[in-house]
């Protein structure tokens, strides 16, 4: 059964580490946390946990593939200087991953956004569909936020404005709400 890819990315005003931005990163586990628990989580792109010191350009994320960012992103790649967020995950459905999105504690995050993110010139998340079988990969994540930005919603990325049933159809969500 065909499974949703889910990605988020994001520009930090200032790099990880910084006060302005330390509420955002103390959030970031338990906005994970979260993610775990919700119903149609199947999993998420994780560093291994011996690597927390490392930058995730360099972190092994084993079956995600290397970690890359779309072009929309100018900033530093070093500890120091990293000023992206970015998240790849598998759900089972688009009603899963809107659940999760506008709901609890990931909307209460979302509404602080202006907080610690750069306005987007870009899309912030990007959906598709996969194959039982497939881990979706930073590349593939990148490519489909790109895509998603310069053609619009299409069955290769999509969003929940515009969604995609896994035969590559307009569908609506079953929450009757497009978020």
């Known amino acids: ?12 005003k200032l790099p990880y580490g910084t006060p302005e931005t330390q ?8 906005a994970f946390d979260a993610a775990e628990g919700s119903q149609g989580f199947i999993a998420r792109a994780k560093e291994s946990p011996d690597q927390s010191h490392l930058t995730n350009f360099i972190r092994d994320w084993g079956e995600w593939g290397r970690f890359d960012v779309p072009r929309f992103y100018t900033g530093g790649r070093t500890t120091e200087t990293d000023s992206r ?6 759900w089972t459905d688009l009603e899963s991953v809107f659940a999760f999105v506008y709901t609890g504690l990931h909307r209460s995050i979302l509404r602080r956004r202006q907080e610690w993110f750069h306005k987007p010139a870009w899309p912030g998340y990007a959906m598709w569909w996969v194959a039982d079988d497939t881990i979706p990969t930073w590349s593939d994540a990148c490519h489909r936020l790109e895509h ?5 919603p299409t069955p290769v990325a999509f969003t929940f404005h515009q969604p995609f049933a896994s035969d590559g159809t307009p569908t609506r969500l079953r929450t009757g709400s497009t978020g």
Do not use: C, K, Q
């Not at 059964?1 to 930090?12: S, W």
């Not at 509420?23 to 338990?30: K, Q, V």
């Open 23 to 30: 509420g955002y990163d103390d959030l970031t586990p338990e």
């Open 85 to 90: 967020a970015g998240t790849l995950s598998l």
């Open 1 to 12: 059964m065909p499974r949703v890819a889910f990605t988020t990315f994001a520009i930090l």
């Open 148 to 152: 998603l930005h310069d053609h619009g």
